[in-house]
């Protein structure tokens, strides 16, 4: 797919990865709808880009509002072909902790949030993608989901999110297998520790920490490098089916 042909749905895309995305994608020549609930970085954001972009308050996890974004985005943009899932929460706990065991609501808003929420913009993106008139390969579409490494390497503490994030690695290859049938792609990557806002309230002497950990490069993610690989995905028609790992060699430790 050709990126200057691409209108891109990007939740969370007001900041972190999913900001990161929007700018690069714009760069690139495409048009992006942001999608996020927080209205007023998402705002700002838009209007600093101009008529490439349009920002709609969405709660990944209603129906509704992923509806209402999806026509907004139709009607500034005539269609959608490629949605980029970014919104996420990390929400720790562990299993068994000062106040007793691990609150059920705790877990259920963070699968709520990352995997039901990303399964219900998959569905509803993918009903508006079928839609879509078919490039020289045949291809309507291009989903891709954020997962992390701690789908595969979860530490103490961090049950809900794995589990989540899990589940958006599991659901990746029956999806392809179903909506191959329709010209439309998915693919999940999972980044390592990246730079982002979940990270901001951390002490430097943490980050340096942590960054260590990372075989090589030494370093933190940088969210451009994220967007980098998205691009990658959306040019690579081969690409399908599969989780990317984007770490640098990490492999979690249990703590």
């Known amino acids: 797919m050709d990126i200057k042909d691409v209108v891109a749905l990007v939740t969370g895309g007001a900041s972190g990865l ?40 969405t709660d990944i996890t209603s129906e509704a509002d992923v509806r209402q974004a999806i026509k907004k985005a139709v009607v500034a943009f005539g269609k959608i072909n490629v949605a980029i899932n970014c919104a996420g929460v990390v929400n720790p706990g562990k299993l068994i902790g000062r106040k007793g065991p691990l609150p059920l609501e705790s877990f259920n808003k963070v699968l709520q949030i990352n995997l039901v929420g990303t399964l219900n913009v998959i569905r509803l993106a993918v009903e508006q993608m079928m839609n879509n008139t078919p490039d020289e390969e045949g ?83 940088k969210p451009v490098e994220f967007a980098r690989l998205v691009l990658h995905i959306i040019e690579n028609t081969m690409l399908n089916g599969c989780c990317i790992r984007l770490d640098g060699a990490l492999r979690m430790p249990p703590k």
């Open 18 to 57: 999913g900001e990161a995305n929007v700018l690069e994608l714009v760069k690139k020549g495409a048009r992006a709808v942001i999608i996020d609930v927080d209205a007023e970085k998402g705002e700002k954001l838009a209007a600093n880009i101009g008529a490439n972009a349009i920002f709609v308050r």
């Open 139 to 221: 291809e309507k579409g291009v989903i891709i989901n954020s997962a992390s490494i701690a789908a595969f390497e979860g530490q103490i503490g961090q049950a809900a999110y794995s589990a989540s994030k899990a589940g958006i690695v599991g659901m990746t290859l029956p999806i392809a297998r179903e909506i191959s049938d329709y010209g439309i792609r998915i693919i999940t990557i999972a980044p390592g520790i990246f730079d982002t806002p979940m990270m901001a309230g951390l002490p430097p002497a943490v980050k340096e920490d942590m960054a260590k950990t990372v075989p090589f490069p030494k370093r933190l993610g």
